[in-house]
C-alpha cells in the first residue's frame, strides 16, 4: 500500500531556522531543522572541526535508546558529506521531528520497538540531506537512502522496496542502504537472516534506486513512468527538489 | 632518510600525534615487503583471543565473564516472573498454536538488556554521569540483535497453568496431591506467566571493541542460563518455583560478532582526479587507540552452526571505503572468527 | 532557466566546458565551490553556477534563510542586553550576537550615550565582519560623525513603535535598490504611499537580514504595509501583481 507513493518534500518550511525540510514517504512523516554553523557547548569543541549534533524526536514520549541509536548511525554518516573542516569550533545541529509513522497492523500491539528504525531510516536520511541543502551547509556530497526488506513467500524470494511495518515483521531479514552521490556505500545496516548473496541482490536492488545515473532532462519522464518497475529514483527526486527551490529562492536575486 | 633528531619514546609519540603513529606502524617504512603491523603488535587481520568463563556470578540464574584482550565484560541473566495480570495488552495464547513467537517477546519487552561502562573501564567514561550515547547505542544493538536472531524462544519463557505433557515435571509436583490434578484437567490450560530475563553488561575494563565483547557475553551467558522450573499453584493462585530443579535455556545457534575498522591514510573525498587515491586498512577487532582514529566501521554478525554461513546483521557506518567487494570478503573473516569463538565459548 | 547557469548540488562534476579559461587572470573562486587540487572544482552548496569569463569567476548563487553579515550592509537588528562597554544584538536567530559599541551613536561620549532597552529594534551598518568572529556594527558615520538615519528606530512608550516584519534576503536585498522600482522589479512601498494606495502616511526601514521595521501613526497601516510586502515576497509577484495586491489590501482595510 505504501510502497508505490511517491516520496514528497518541501523545503524552507521553518522561518527561524537556517535550513528545514519536510518530507513525507512510505507512510513516515518528517520535520527537519538545521542550524550551523554556531556557537559550539565546551564539551562538543573540536578544535580543528565542526561537530555535527543530531536530535532524533518521536512522534510521541521522549526519545529513548533507539533514538541515541539512531542519532549516532546519522551522526556518522552526516559527519562525513558535510565539510566540517571549513568550521572549527562549532557546531551543526540537525533536529529531526517525526511527525508521522504508518498505521501498525496489529490490533493489541505496543509500540513496535527496535525493529522499527529499519522502515525509518531511509527518511531520516532523506530529511536530514534536503535540510542541509536548504541550509546551505557546505557538503561533499549528497546522498540517497533506501529500505528493502527480503520476503520469502510460496516458498519464492521477493524484494520489497520501502516494506510497510508489517512487511517488516514477515520479512526474513530487512536491509537499510545508503550512498553517497559518488556511488560510495555510506550506509549499510541489516537484520534478520540472509546470505551473501542475498545481501549482494539487495545491494543491486537499492543501488537501482539510489544512484540510477539519469541524464538530468530524460529523468524527469522517467519518474513520472508508471510503468518503470522501481518507482522512485531517489537522486532525480532529490535533484528536482533542488532546482525548483534553487528557482523559488533565486527569483528575488 | 634523515634520522630525527628528538627521539620519543612511542607511548608518548602515539599520544601526540596517534594518527601518524599508527600510520607509520602500517607502512613500516623500513621494509615495504613486511606485512603491515598494528601499534599493538596485531596483523591488520589478527584478532585478540576471545577468553569465555560461564557461571562466574553465584546469584545470577545465569552469567559468563568474556575477556578480548583488555576488554573485559561481565555478564549476569536472571529470570523474573511475569504474571500475565500485570502485561498490559495481553493476548491468550493457545498451546500447540503457532502464535507470534518473536511478537510476544517484544510486546510484553521478555528480554530486557542493559549495559553499563564502569566508571574507570577507560578514562573517557566519568563517574555520576546519565548513560553514555555509546552505552546506549550498545543497549539498542544488543536488544535488537536478540529479537532478530531469535536465540531464545519464547516456549522458553511461558509458565503454563498445567505442565507440559505431563512428562517429568509431573512427576515432581504430584507426589499424592490428586486433586489438584483434577482441577487442572477441568481449567483450560493457559499462559499464567512469563520469564523476564534481564540481562546486565557490565564494562570492567575497556579497551575497543565493545560490540563483540558484549555480543559474545551475552551469548554465553544464555547458554550457561538454566531457570527454576515454575509451576502454577492453583490453591495459592500463584506461580511457584521449585527450589532443586532447574531447566537449561534452549539458546538455537551460536551468532558471532565480528567487527573492523577501517583506517584511513587521508581524508574522503580530498582526492582530485588523477591522484592516487589514500590507502586504507581494515583493522579487524579494533582496540580503544584505533577506534578514536577510524570513523569507518563494519560489524557482521554470522552463525555457522548449521554449516552453511548465515549472516544474521550487517552494520556499516561511518564512511564509504567499505564497498560491496570488501562485504563480501568480510563474510569469509566474520567465518573464521566464528570458528575461532566456537572453540573458546566450548 | 538558461542553459548557461545551471543547478549543481554538492559534488556533482561540472561541465568542465563552462569553467572559464582566462590565458592570463587566474580562475577566481566565489562561495559554494571548492578546488580540490590538482584540477577539479567541485560545488559544496546547492544553487545555480554562475560564470564570468570577462573576469575569468565562477561562483555559485544561492540562498540560505541565514544572513551572513558584510561591511556597509544595513541591517535591522534587536538588542540583546547591554555589556560595559557595548550591546549585544540579535542579527538573525542562531547565529551569535553582533557588537553595537556604545560609542557608536552620533555624538555619543562616555557620559552621553544612548541607553536602550532590551528587545529594542535598531537600525544599524554593519562596521566589521570576519570569519570565525562575531560582526561588529555602527549607527554613526565614521567619516561624518553622524547618524544618516541610522539609530533606535520605533518609540514604544510613544505608541509608535511600529512593528517588524520578516522577509527573504534575497527581497530585502531589493527594497534596498536605490531604484528598486525600476532595477529591482519592487514597487510596491511606492504604491502604498502612492495613488494606488491612496497616499499612506508610513516609515520603513529595511535590514539587509531579512527584517523590515515599518511606523506609521495608524497600527492599521502598518499591518496593512507588512502583509503586502510579506505577500510580495512570498508570492513573487510582479509590478502588475503588486499593483493588485495594494489595491485589494487598501479595499479590504477599509
Known sequence: MTATTAPKAALGVLPRSDGSAKYSHAGYTLTASVNGPIEAQRRDEHAYEAHVEVIVRPAAGVGGTRERHLESLLQSSLAQLILVKNFPRSLIQVVLQIEDSPENDYVNTKLVQASLNFAIMPALVQTAILALLSAGVPMRATATATAVAVVHQDGAKKMVVDPSPREVETASSVH?????????????????????????????????????????????????????????DMRQFLRSTMESKVAADLHWK | ????????????????????????????AADPSRPATRTNGRGTQETRPLHAKASSLSHAHGSSLVRLGDTTVLCGVRGEVLPVERVPLFRPVDRGGVGLGRGELRDYDLLVPNIELATGSAPQFLPGVPPTALAQTLSTRVYSLLHSTGMVGVEDLRVWSKPA???????????????????????????????????????????????????????AALRNTSLPVARWDPEREMVVCSRTE????????????????VFEEKELGEVGTGVPEGRHWLLLDPDRLEETLCREAITMVVDCSDGETRIKSIEKQGGT???????????????KRWKEVQGAMK | MATGHPIVLPGETIDPSLIPSHPKNPLRLGPGLRHIPPTDIVPTVAGQLITNPAKNSMWIEYNSNRYIPTPSDLILTQILRSTTDAYLCLLSPHTAPATLPHLAFEGATKKTRPVLQPGQLVYARVALANKHMDAELECVSAATGKADGLGPVGNPAAGSGGCAFDVSLGFARRLLMARSRAEGGVGVLEMLAGEEGGGLAFETAVGRNGRVWVGSESARTVVLVGRALQETDRGGLGLEGQRRLVRRLVREMR
Request: with cysteine.
Open chain 2, 165 to 219: 505433557g505431563g512428562g517429568e515435571d509431573t512427576e515432581m509436583e504430584g507426589a499424592g496431591e490428586g486433586q489438584e490434578e483434577e482441577e487442572g484437567v477441568k481449567e483450560e490450560d493457559r499462559v499464567v506467566a512469563y520469564w523476564v530475563l534481564y540481562i546486565d553488561l557490565l564494562f570492567v575494563s575497556f579497551d575497543g571493541n565493545p560490540f563483540d565483547a558484549a555480543w559474545a557475553a551475552v551469548v
Open chain 2, 246 to 261: 532447574k531447566r537449561q535455556l534452549n539458546v538455537k545457534g551460536l551468532p558471532v560478532a565480528c567487527t573492523a575498522a
Open chain 2, 321 to 335: 571505503a567499505i564497498g560491496r567487494e570488501l562485504v563480501r570478503g568480510f563474510a569469509t573473516i566474520a567465518e
Open chain 2, 1 to 28: 632518510m634523515s634520522a630525527p633528531t628528538i627521539k620519543l619514546p612511542a607511548p608518548l609519540f602515539a599520544r601526540l600525534s596517534p594518527h601518524p603513529f599508527l600510520l607509520r606502524n602500517l607502512t613500516s
Open chain 1, 176 to 232: 537499510v542502504l545508503a550512498f553517497t552521490s559518488h556511488n560510495g556505500l555510506l550506509l549499510a545496516e541489516s537484520e534478520g537472516d540472509f546470505t551473501v548473496g542475498e545481501w549482494d541482490d539487495v545491494y543491486e536492488t537499492a543501488k537501482e534506486i539510489c544512484c540510477r545515473s539519469t541524464p538530468a532532462k530524460e529523468g524527469t519522464a522517467m519518474v513520472l513512468d508508471d510503468e518503470e518497475p522501481s518507482a522512485t
